[in-house]
């Protein structure tokens, strides 16, 4: 994988290689339930349990947390007292000096992916004495291994073990007072032609007339689209074209300001879960349950995103708290499975009455113009916020944040 992923975007930002190797991870997963399907399998081994003081300890977790620890004790090691560990200290806080003083960084790099990938094959089969194992088993320990990152600090030995430690006890008393599972609870602009010559000032008048009226022309043509063509399988699949769109939409317009997030999926499952159980426990309309679903997505990505601009939290380090919240999002719907049917998935009722209260419909071609409108809706806000004073500011935060705060930019409050 070094060399197959990591190694062509050595030179690139650090996000293309957190990227790629996501995606790689998304690779892998579908590589492995296609191989193995989606069966839990474990080694069948039941291990004696150690009693002491009114207190049982499994010789299984006893096992994993010496192996662990003494793993941890050789990194530690490796890392301090070898020039290799030297080396790649070196190299994590300025690559360009090292390689002018001699050092074989691409020897270096291969040997931190190899030596990580071991630690990370460790680390499963310490978990494998414990658990049952599947394809998407690293969803479950995943989004907690990330946010030990961010607290504890990359490369910090100490402090990533007080932040281990500060997240097991977290899990643990929320398993203890709570459910058993529910510990987990606690990412066009139009040009303008003002140079015109005046001797072609008609023409170019005309054409700009022409540009003004192609909007107007293509929305009246997509809104005709399924009364002229109805076919049910092409409407579905522009029917998905338009919300991945409006997805879309919602992403690049952090991308483009400098904020990377992969925590979108954490808030389109806030999103659809509310909507679904207002209505299938409370009776709630979903055109009531919609803003509701967008004001809490809205208030966990406050939630999130606060802290993370207070304490200047970006870059791959925002990335990481994005993607753990996808997972840990993920596991809240999974452990609450009694009211979200958890990994079974989660189906809003058929309604009895009137299908317009309850949105909805058997035909597509009211899915697709509802779909439409959503999509034109996001790009009346994307022009928005493209023709307001907050993109400058924006800009000039992804530019360079020191700077924007230093000429009365409100940094924490635009991003």
Not at 158 to 178: D, T, Y
Not at 239 to 264: E, Q
Not at 362 to 370: F, G, N, S
Not at 381 to 405: C, F, P
């Amino acid at each position: 994988m070094h060399w197959l992923v990591i190694a062509p975007l050595l030179s690139a930002p650090p996000i293309n290689q957190l990227l790629a190797t996501g995606g790689v991870l998304f690779v892998l997963q579908s590589f492995a339930t296609v191989a193995f399907g989606i069966d839990f399998r474990n080694l069948g081994i039941r291990m004696p349990v150690l009693k002491f003081a009114d207190m049982h300890f499994s010789y299984s977790r006893l096992l994993a947390f010496a192996a662990a620890l003494i793993g941890m004790l050789l990194v530690y090691f490796f890392m301090k007292r070898t020039y290799v560990g030297t080396a790649i200290r070196a190299i994590s806080q300025d690559r360009q000096i090292m390689a002018l003083m001699g050092v074989d960084t691409r020897r270096i790099y291969l040997i931190t992916s190899a030596l990580g990938g071991a630690l990370a094959g460790l680390a499963s089969c310490l978990l494998v004495l414990q658990y049952d194992i599947h394809p998407f088993v690293g969803l479950s320990f995943g989004p907690i291994t990330f946010l030990v990152c961010v607290l504890g600090g990359l490369g910090n030995f100490v402090g990533g073990f007080v932040a281990a430690f500060v997240f097991a006890e977290i899990i643990s008393l929320g398993g203890l007072f709570f459910r058993s599972g529910m510990g987990l609870r606690a990412g066009f602009r139009l040009l303008h032609c003002h140079d015109v010559h005046q001797a072609c000032r008609a023409a170019g008048e005309a054409l700009v007339i022409l540009r003004q009226s192609v909007p107007w022309i293509a929305g009246a043509a997509l809104i005709a689209l399924p009364f002229v063509y109805r076919e049910p399988y092409h409407l579905h699949i522009l029917i998905l074209i338009l919300i991945w769109s409006f997805a879309y939409t919602s992403w690049s317009m952090m991308g483009r300001f400098g904020l990377v997030s992969l925590g979108h999926g954490g808030f389109m499952g806030v999103g659809a879960y509310v909507t679904a159980l207002l209505w299938n426990h409370l009776g709630v309309s979903p055109w009531l349950g919609i803003p509701i679903a967008m004001i809490a997505a809205a208030v966990l990505a406050v939630i999130v995103a606060y802290p993370c601009f207070r304490f200047r939290i970006t870059g791959h380090y925002f990335v990481l708290v994005t993607l753990a919240l996808s997972g840990i999002v993920l596991q809240v719907i999974t452990a609450t499975r009694d009211y979200t049917g958890g990994s079974l998935g989660y189906t809003p009722d058929r309604t009895k009455g009137s299908h317009l209260l309850a949105l909805q419909f058997d035909d597509k071609v009211t899915w697709y113009l509802i779909a439409l409108g959503v999509w034109a809706l996001g790009l009346v806000i994307w022009r928005w916020v493209d023709g307001s004073m907050d993109r400058y500011a924006l800009e000039a935060i992804s530019e360079d944040e020191d700077a924007a705060a230093a000429t009365g930019v409100n940094v924490t409050k635009k991003s």
